[in-house]
């Protein structure tokens, strides 16, 4: 099975509500990164939380990584129209060159 | 506006043609990736160059050829391909090993 996997699948919330996605990993990781994907579009980087931090903010987001549950979770705070998206967390083990594995995502729909 | 941009933003071939995805950045990174992603699945790595040299193939048909004539640039040569290959193929670049990666808008493939 894949390494890195979203829940919920889907998820739609009401504008200036919180909404809350989370990533489960299985093997060791260097970091954790959340990435967000408009529809048709190329992926854009949000926010790396390594393996020895525990949570990480930026702007709206919050993020959190648990290395003892093998897992992440990532806080938008006060959504907006704007942030509806596909949210993708992917995880940076051992090897070399950067290479990330992706999780299937999570569509995010906020309602105006 | 990430700094990878890739063409042509969408192609449809026939299983019998010849064609080529293109991506450069200018960023100074010194790794470049092509990724493909299909309708409900998660992003699959295709291929990773590190300073021009080829050092991921992941188990990808030789159907699909890369090319990195330097760090700038890199090609994905299509030839002989099946209807299943239709998929979005994103390039990214990344300055590190295990950073972040910084995607193009993607290449929407579609065989007939």
């Known amino acids: 099975s894949q390494q890195g996997e979203e829940d919920p699948q889907a998820l739609s919330i009401q504008e200036g509500e919180n909404a809350t996605m989370n990533c489960s990993y299985k093997t060791s990781i260097n970091n954790l990164q959340w990435y967000r994907q408009n529809s048709g579009r190329g992926l854009v980087h949000l926010i790396l939380i390594r393996s020895n931090e525990r949570e990480k903010h930026s702007g709206r987001l919050r993020v959190t990584l648990d290395t003892s549950k093998k897992s992440s979770s990532l806080l938008i705070t006060a959504s907006r129209a704007a942030d509806t998206a596909s949210y993708f967390c992917a995880t940076a083990g051992g090897t070399s060159y950067g290479k990330l594995t992706f999780g299937q995502g999570t569509i995010l729909t906020v309602h105006p | 506006e990430t700094g990878v941009t890739q063409t042509p933003r969408h192609l449809v071939m026939g299983m019998t043609n010849k064609k080529s995805l293109k991506c450069e950045q200018h960023l100074g990174h010194n790794a470049m990736y092509w990724y493909k992603q299909s309708a409900k699945k998660p992003l699959e790595l295709m291929f990773v160059?590190?300073?021009?040299?080829?050092?991921e193939n992941n188990s990808v048909p030789s159907r699909f050829s890369p090319e990195c004539p330097n760090s700038s640039h890199l090609f994905l040569h299509l030839h002989t391909l099946q209807p299943e290959d239709s998929a979005l193929y994103l390039c990214?670049?990344?300055?590190?090993?295990?950073?972040?990666?910084?995607f193009g808008e993607g290449s929407r493939l579609t065989v007939l």
């Open positions: 990214a670049s990344s300055p590190r090993e295990g950073g972040e990666l910084f």
């Open positions: 160059y590190s300073l021009e040299e080829r050092v």
